[in-house]
Antibody, heavy 117, light 110 residues
Framework: EVQLVESGGGLVQPGGSLRLSCAASGFTFNTYWMHWVRQAPGKGLVWVSRLNGDGSSTSYADSVKGRFTISRDNAKNTLYLQMNSLRAEDTAVYYC??????????WGQGTLVTVSS | QSALTQPRSVSGSPGQSVTISCTGTSSDVGGYNYVSWYQQYPGKAPKVMIYDVNKRPSGVPDRFSGSKSGNTASLTISGLQAEDEADYYCCSYAGSYTYVFGTGTKVTVL
């Protein structure tokens, strides 16, 4: 059974940093691209970032480019999102999702990030 | 990276059919057959209902179907049931390893 479990969310001040983790199990992690997708309170889903299987190719939404970094540790079956220079508008539930053929399929339950002073 | 356009809400009585549209551009929906649809209940993670425009994952009822014409994709729910009341989002590959989601549609079962 595919499982994705996010962690690392919390309250952070504007300008601060946070690192999210996503522990994967139930599939061969290093053969799948992975995504981070976020959802602000009461709002829709927004794609944030994608990473290929060996970690060599990344892509980002314009809104986070230069501030967020996606990475993975295939030995630990874990995906990461390093978030720097956080803004109030980054407040959201952050989901990790597995990709199959250019489409997210399995999703984690999400972790809430709140940026506030 | 503008969001795909979906109607804010659609509604129908049990047993009826509803269709949700998802309008993009030739750079996303119209350019690729990588359109997927997700069902999301409040406070829960999204669940894929349709992928590759019109394919259903195992376990998804055949009441759910997808299609695409030009820059607009559609999700149809036939034989609407109370448990179908949820938010629905489309998603399209947009080239250069980027993706875009729709604005979301709330389905209400009357």
């Amino acid at each position: 059974e595919v499982q994705l479990v996010e962690s690392g969310g919390g309250l952070v001040q504007p300008g601060g940093s946070l690192r999210l983790s996503c522990a994967a199990s139930g599939f061969t992690f290093n053969t799948y691209w992975m995504h981070w997708v976020r959802q602000a309170p009461g709002k829709g889903l927004v794609w944030v970032s994608r990473l290929n299987g060996d970690g060599s190719s990344t892509s980002y939404a314009d809104s986070v480019k230069g501030r967020f970094t996606i990475s993975r540790d295939n030995a630990k079956n874990t995906l990461y999102l390093q978030m720097n220079s956080l803004r109030a508008e980054d407040t959201a539930v952050y989901y990790c999702a597995r990709d199959t053929k250019y489409q997210p399929d399995y999703w984690g339950q999400g972790t809430l990030v709140t940026v506030s002073s | 990276q503008s969001a795909l356009t979906q109607p804010r809400s659609v509604s129908g009585s049990p047993g009826q059919s509803v269709t949700i549209s998802c309008t993009g551009t030739s750079s996303d929906v119209g350019g690729y057959n990588y359109v997927s649809w997700y069902q999301q209940y409040p406070g829960k993670a999204p669940k894929v209902m349709i992928y590759d425009v019109n394919k259903r994952p195992s376990g998804v009822p055949d009441r759910f179907s997808g299609s695409k014409s030009g820059n607009t994709a559609s999700l149809t729910i036939s034989g609407l049931q109370a448990e179908d009341e949820a938010d629905y989002y489309c998603c399209s590959y947009a080239g250069s390893y980027t993706y875009v989601f729709g604005t979301g549609t709330k389905v209400t079962v009357l």
